[in-house]
């Protein structure tokens, strides 16, 4: 199957490690075909909205790849799409309701907002791969005024977390999530219970990049058939999330992380010191630092880390897990930043 993370990555042998993951691979794709080539936001804008993700990540390939779309269609004169875009790429947790606010105020609908941080975080995601998976075999060097489009919702006194705990969140969007659903919309939750969630409820404005979002999801953390242990993926999630700023990705993927390895010091370090912290074992130092330097803005990711996690015991297809699990979270990362804001449950005021 040719994609375009295949087109971008340009090397069949290396490639074919995609084809342990299909679902990710596929999906990635639908992804792509939803927020790039869909109808909801202009061309234009979604290609300068690529763009800014790619040149964040600091992937040549990815970069050329999205300028040259940029460069055949008029530039947007979306100021506050554009700086909300920056935001989510270069520094996902400056990403604040204000900005949103401001969003609205140029007439960007509801189902329009949701697209543009789907498609932000989808390129943070499909550029770390591309990287990710090229390193395997080598190093890189790196408008006028309109009626609003809705009113973003407030919390006044929310119980914002002041750290990061590996016990469960709540989350509270910016964006007024979709009441009742579609048929569409609730296929595209994969999981019917997701509809209880003002997140997915969220996220299904845009239903078929939210389906190829799940699909991608599940394929990259649940498939473990010759590759990454359960445990290692969620680790890899939390790296990311921790480094983002992402306090409620983190304090899921953290739960998740511990439940599966029953590390919880480990785990609770990594949440308190930091993406530096010893995280017990050669094999998690292995995944801390790969998940960092893919993580980091621009991506530092290169043959060092391909060989140290060679070196703890991972194989092609794990070290492919790690990278997927990694990069994943650049996508789910932004949307948490860039959509909402984490609250409190009574029970840890």
């Not at 202009?42 to 040149?55: K, M, N, V």
């Not at 990540?57 to 530039?75: K, Q, T």
Request: aromatic share 8%; charged share 25%; hydrophobic share 45%.
């Amino acid at each position: 199957m040719t994609d375009i993370i295949s087109m971008l990555i340009d090397d069949s042998y290396l490639d074919e490690l995609r084809d342990a993951r299909p679902q990710a691979r596929e999906n990635a794709q639908e992804a792509f075909e939803a927020l790039l080539e869909g109808e909801l936001l202009p061309a234009g804008l979604r290609y300068r909205l690529a763009l800014i993700a790619a040149e964040s990540a600091g992937v040549r390939p990815a970069v050329e790849f999205y300028r040259d779309l940029a460069a055949d269609e008029p530039e947007p004169r979306a100021p506050a799409a554009l700086h909300w875009a920056r935001q989510l790429a270069w520094r996902p947790s400056s990403a604040n309701a204000l900005d949103v606010a401001d969003l609205a105020a140029e007439g960007w609908s509801p189902d329009q907002v949701v697209a543009m941080g789907q498609l932000v975080g989808f390129v943070a995601f499909q550029a770390r791969v591309v990287h990710g998976i090229r390193a395997l075999s080598a190093p890189l060097t790196l408008a006028d005024a309109t009626p609003p489009g809705f009113v973003p919702p407030t919390y006044p006194g929310l119980a914002r977390p002041a750290h990061f705990v590996s016990h469960s969140l709540g989350w509270r969007p910016w964006v007024p999530p979709a009441e009742r659903l579609n048929q569409e919309q609730r296929e595209a939750l994969i999981k019917p219970e997701r509809e209880k969630s003002e997140y997915f409820r969220l996220l299904a404005r845009d239903p078929r990049a939210l389906r190829a979002r799940t699909l991608t999801d599940l394929d990259i953390f649940y498939n473990t058939e010759g590759g990454l242990g359960r445990a290692e993926r969620e680790l890899a999630a939390t790296v990311a999330s921790r480094i983002n700023g992402c306090v409620y990705c983190a304090s899921v993927h953290a739960d998740r992380a511990i439940r599966e390895s029953g590390r919880t010091e480990d785990v609770e370090r990594l949440l308190s010191e930091g993406s530096s912290a010893d995280l017990g074992s050669p094999q998690w130092n292995a995944v801390r630092d790969a998940a960092r330097a893919l993580t980091h803005t621009p991506v530092t990711f290169g043959a060092r880390h391909v060989a140290g996690l060679r070196d703890a015991g991972f194989g092609g297809i794990a070290t492919v897990d790690v990278i997927n699990a990694t990069a994943f979270f650049q996508w789910a990362n932004r949307l948490m930043l860039g959509l909402g804001e984490p609250e409190l449950p009574r029970r840890f005021r």
